[in-house]
């Protein structure tokens, strides 16, 4: 394998893994529901309920 | 759409019948205080959208979590309300369904838990209640799936439409003639509709918080100027005074000779021993103690150990062979192998120790015992200013502190609500579990379930210390009374708990592939990386020297190795990004291969000191967020970042050198 491959495939999942990082550190600034990782039932509903026409 | 409201009192089972109702599934527990923010669901195949709102027992709210049923009658628009009363408790129920009721609006009360009414040997003749109440009333049992599909119809009937309630109560005179009057004035002046202000004078009369307030900022002045009279005429005692006569007279008329009571009690039974002042506490730590038994040595560690063998066996060398067969070069196969198969595969194998932490979590919420844990835990909580009703939070918190600190917001008292917010942080939740296990596999294996029970309640411990603490810096007195509904056991229902298992479990799973990865790739890029280049040897990469220049400090705690202390930088990520760590570090991808490293570098009393550290230490990004974001300041979230380490080095501390001078090692 070419070098240039093997130097895409580390440089995408350093990259993928960064922007995890990333991710994780601006979800956490939202706080409540939106820093957590477990994306239960209740978490889904209450995006649904912000969501609900009046 | 049509828009129907769920109210009740707690644990009446309504979040159960939401479920059902709306073919979802919504976190559930058997005991009060599990919906906190109101939650929607739809009808399969309608437009019928179901609103399930926090249990309340009157609609004056008492606290933050209360105020959100009441503040949805004032501001938003609902069609259909559904009262959700609790059978064998229909007395105190049934105060809340008159307050609904006199809202005007078309009103179904379903007599929730109708099998424990039968089971008690007494039955309601359904259309007395009814024309009673002027209502739809309807017989259900939730859990049992039965009278749900007649409740549904109900609800979906549009011909006849569902009318509106006309219903009447009879206050006495000078309460009525004060409504008759405000009415008047509300629907003249100010474009009420008549059973809107009827409602709005009712509870205006009532000193309901929520309407008082609503009127201030509306300038009702009809009802403001007659608040002074109100008072004086001792209204608010009259009307409860004539709601329960009401309600009394129509149950001794409603109710009918019922079978012969089917009373074995058992509730009554085992609630003799699980809520006793003596045996209460040593069954709930002897409950906690079977449950790691089962996590660590029963059922999680023997899965776990045939997933590891097949992640550090068989997945890892067929990767490597695949990845030279290939032309991959040494740093891509160094990342995917030592890096992510080692890293993430290694946390993932701790998923069958999670899942069965949370299955047995979900089991005691579901049988009911939760509640009977924090009413055994009230005297100890109320020893430090707290009362039982913290314990709840602090319980949830034994999952993810994230969630356990949005429940301390049904914690009246905001002294009292920042102190649980506080010390959430130091309940072990399952993100410690991974880490946990490495450690006891290494060094404490005949007696795994008992360290990890002893490291559970020494978060529980500082956090009742330092509780006692702030109680004293804050001069918090607790002034609420804590009250618990102890709801009937339940034998737990599989599907429930499967859902509740899941509903945890998933978190993790979803947690491996992000920030676990990103954490794992990180500490690989440094630990492959030093200042001169590509490491030769991982002793002159980034993290050697990140932790050995913290060496020095963890030296007095029994920290003896940079690798665990690069690791613990990760956790504040995650904090099963803890044990990923080391497996890079440690270069390996097999837990066996690290628990023989892992017993070169640390002592058992170092690793104890370790573990404690682990923890009590910062908590992770999301937790720090969720204290922002409750407490709406940095600055509590700052301290508890700050605290918490502290609390951790001088535990710790105390830990190793109390343990060398009683000469352990």
């Not at chain 2, 369904?97 to 040997?121: F, H, Q, V």
């Not at chain 2, 992510?340 to 979590?361: E, N, Y």
């Not at chain 2, 640390?602 to 573990?611: H, K």
Request: proline share 4%.
């Amino acid at each position: 394998m070419a070098l240039f491959v093997n130097i895409l495939i580390t440089a995408a999942i350093i990259g993928l893994a960064f922007w995890q990082i990333v991710k994780v550190v601006r979800r956490s600034k939202q706080g409540k529901c939106a820093a957590c990782d477990y994306k239960c039932e209740a978490k889904k509903m209450s995006l649904t309920a912000k969501r609900r026409p009046n | 759409m049509t828009t129907v409201a769920l109210f009740g009192n707690p644990n009446t089972g309504k979040t159960t019948l939401f479920n059902r109702l709306t073919d979802s599934y919504a976190y559930m527990g058997n005991w009060s205080g599990v919906t906190v923010e109101k939650k929607v669901g739809m009808i399969k195949n309608t437009n019928f959208a179901i609103v399930d709102l926090p249990g309340i027992y009157s609609l004056n709210p008492l606290t933050k979590d209360e105020a959100v049923a009441t503040n949805f009658l004032l501001t938003e628009d609902q069609d259909i309300i559904l009262d959700v009363a609790n059978a064998s408790q229909l007395k105190r129920n049934l105060l809340l369904s008159i307050e609904l009721l006199e809202y005007g609006k078309p009103t179904i009360i379903a007599l929730n838990m109708i099998d424990s009414l039968r089971k008690m040997g007494i039955s309601y003749n359904q259309h007395i209640l009814a024309q009673a109440f002027d209502c739809t009333v309807l017989m259900t049992n939730a859990r049992g799936n039965k009278g749900t599909q007649e409740l549904k119809q109900e609800l979906l009937a549009e011909d006849p439409c569902l009318p509106a309630t006309n219903f009447e109560l009879p206050y006495p005179s000078s309460v009525q003639q004060a409504i008759k009057q405000a009415v008047n004035r509300l629907t003249q002046d100010y474009n009420f509709e008549p059973h809107y202000a009827k409602w709005l004078a009712i509870q205006f009369m009532n000193a309901n918080d929520a309407v008082v307030t609503f009127a201030q900022a509306q300038e009702l002045r009809p009802l403001l100027e007659q608040a002074p009279y109100y008072q004086a005429q001792h209204f608010e005692d009259k009307i409860y005074q004539a709601r329960l006569a009401f309600i009394e007279a129509t149950l001794k008329t409603a109710r009918e000779a019922g079978t012969s009571p089917r009373v074995r009690d058992i509730t009554a039974k085992i609630d003799r021993f699980a809520t006793h002042p003596v045996l209460g506490l040593p069954i709930f730590i002897g409950i906690f103690y079977l449950m790691f038994k089962l996590t660590f040595d029963w059922v999680g560690t023997p899965l776990s150990d045939l997933l590891d063998a097949f992640v550090s066996g068989p997945l890892s060398t067929t990767a490597d062979q695949w990845l030279v067969a290939i032309g991959a070069l040494p740093f891509l196969r160094s990342l995917i192998v030592s890096g992510l198969i080692a890293g993430v595969g290694g946390v993932l194998v701790f998923m069958p120790q999670i899942f069965t932490l949370f299955a047995c979590i979900s089991i005691l919420e579901d049988s009911g015992y939760m509640a009977r844990a924090a009413l055994v835990m009230d005297k100890l909580m109320s020893k430090v200013g707290l009362n039982g009703k913290a314990f709840i939070p602090l319980i949830i918190g034994f999952g993810c502190n994230v969630p356990g600190i949005m429940a301390a917001r049904t914690i009246e008292q905001p002294k009292e609500r920042l102190i649980t917010t506080l010390i959430s942080p130091y309940m072990s939740c399952s993100a410690r579990l991974p880490i946990y296990s490495l450690f006891v596999a290494a060094f404490f294996a005949k007696n795994q379930a008992i360290v990890v029970l002893s490291l559970y309640f020494l978060g529980i411990v500082v956090a009742l210390v330092l509780a006692k603490i702030y109680q004293k810096v804050f001069r918090s007195e607790s002034e609420s009374v804590f009250m618990i509904e102890l709801p009937e056991y339940h034998l737990p229902q599989p599907a429930i708990i499967w859902h509740g298992t899941w509903d945890k479990g998933k978190g993790f799973i979803h947690k491996a592939g992000t920030v676990i990865f990103g954490g794992t790739v990180l500490i690989w890029l440094l630990s492959y990386f030093g200042p001169t280049g590509i490491a030769s040897d991982i002793g002159h990469s980034f993290t050697a020297l990140i932790g050995q220049f913290f060496l020095p400090v963890f030296a007095p705690i029994g920290l003896a190795s940079w690798q665990a202390i690069s690791a613990m930088l990760t956790g504040i990520l995650a904090k099963e990004t803890i044990g990923a760590s080391l497996m890079v570090l440690y270069h390996t991808s097999g837990r066996t291969v690290l628990v023989a490293s892992l017993a070169h570098m640390f002592t058992p009393l170092a690793a104890y000191s370790f573990l404690a550290f682990i923890l009590l230490y910062i908590p992770c990004f999301a937790t720090i967020a969720v204290i922002k974001a409750e407490t709406g300041s940095w600055k509590w979230a700052w301290y508890s970042v700050v605290s918490s380490l502290v609390v951790a080095y001088v535990v710790s501390l105390l830990i190793f050198q109390g343990g060398l001078l009683l000469g352990l090692h």
